[in-house]
């Protein structure tokens, strides 16, 4: 449980199956303000949450603990996203937080506590069954298009699906708010929260992470003209596809591209200039869901849809497996395909298979 609206539903939820489950919560502290600052000047987020977590589970009458995952976060999580931020790609740390974190690290101290356990989470996504023998877990998009959360599950392993319960997933976000208040949740007028976990909502991105890596300046360069039109403190500083926001020139200009070699940022005027657009994307650490016999492996291509961003509609597109490991040619060209961004495939029923990141993309016709 996280203190929010929905994972409180969820709670509310499977207790109403109070026959089937022996339920107790848990909240895991991920991470604390005041471990980088040394102040409470700044407030303490896991504590407020923490309550929260306490007042829904003693109106529930189930017993909740907290653990503290704070030094896994920062290894697994954290400290690798920073790494990738440094040379300029684009990592996504609450996919991987639900891989090595919530279905990771938090499985390996529940493992130690107890024989057999299933976790219930607050996400928005479905789990089923394969027909095959044995049955094979399958993660399916939740009812709600909008907050489906599939692309952020898309890295968990096949044996943490299979414990993962989804009490959400046929439900809309404006259903569980009305449960919510049905059920008379003490949080059930809590705002949702958005955001990465670490950075908080009243503190912008770059001003966070400049506190963690030091300034890097080298100069942003017009692709198409090779004119030098201004000096970026850091490739992690700007996203391709991003608004450069350069003051004086006649049109908006985006970055299509960087160089960590030159350290280099490349923009182009225009939201709407080719040179933002890709489709032919290769793969680097694809990961199947099911690890062992995955599906379509030995065809060649298949069809399905990806995405590479939680809010971005799905796209049509071919799969192809080669020697050299994964090729995902999109239907429709993609502006703001950048490198380490998390790709995600879905098969044409609609099943999640897994993720890997982007490691070259390009448009071809």
């Known amino acids: 449980m996280s203190g929010g609206v929905d994972s409180s539903v969820a709670a509310r939820l499977l207790a109403d199956k109070s026959q089937d489950y022996n339920l107790s919560a848990v909240y895991m502290r991920n991470w604390d303000t005041r471990d980088e600052t040394a102040s409470d000047s700044s407030g303490c987020e896991w504590e407020r949450d923490w309550n929260d977590v306490q007042r829904v589970c003693k109106m529930l009458d189930i017993p909740c603990q907290m653990i503290d995952l704070s030094r896994q976060y920062w290894n697994r999580v954290f400290e690798p996203a920073l790494r990738i931020w440094e040379t300029g790609n684009t990592p996504n740390p609450d996919v991987w937080c639900n891989r090595e974190i919530k279905f990771g690290a938090l499985l390996e101290c529940l493992r130690d506590k107890t024989a057999w356990f299933a976790t219930g989470a607050g996400h928005y996504a479905r789990k089923a069954w394969s027909s095959s023998t044995p049955p094979r877990p399958l993660l399916l998009r939740a009812a709600d298009p909008i907050k489906d959360q599939t692309y952020y599950l898309s890295s968990i392993l096949e044996a943490g699906l299979a414990r993962a319960l989804f009490p959400l997933g046929d439900y809309t976000k404006a259903q569980v708010r009305h449960l919510a208040h049905q059920y008379e949740l003490p ?95 290769r793969i680097s650490d694809w990961q199947w869901i099911w690890g062992a016999d995955p599906p379509f492996v030995g065809q060649g291509s298949f069809r399905g849809t990806a995405k590479i961003r939680h809010r971005q509609e799905e796209v049509p597109c071919t799969v192809m497996i080669d020697e050299k490991g994964m090729v995902v040619d999109i239907d429709r060209p993609e502006p703001g395909v950048a490198l380490g961004q998390v790709v995600v495939v879905w098969d044409e029923a609609g099943v999640c298979l897994g993720c890997g990141l982007v490691a070259a993309a390009e448009y071809v016709e």
């Open 187 to 281: 949080n059930a007028e809590r705002a949702e929260s958005m955001g990465l976990c670490f950075v908080g909502e009243k503190t912008r991105f770059a001003n966070f992470i400049s506190s963690y890596i030091p300034p890097n300046p080298g100069p942003v360069v017009r692709e198409d003209t090779g004119q030098h039109v201004g000096t970026h403190q850091g490739l992690w500083t700007f996203t391709v596809g991003e608004n450069a926001r350069i003051q004086g020139m006649p049109q908006k200009m985006y970055v299509s591209d960087k160089d960590e070699a030159s350290n280099t940022i490349y923009v182009v005027p225009g939201v709407n200039n080719p040179r933002l657009f890709r489709n032919l994307i």
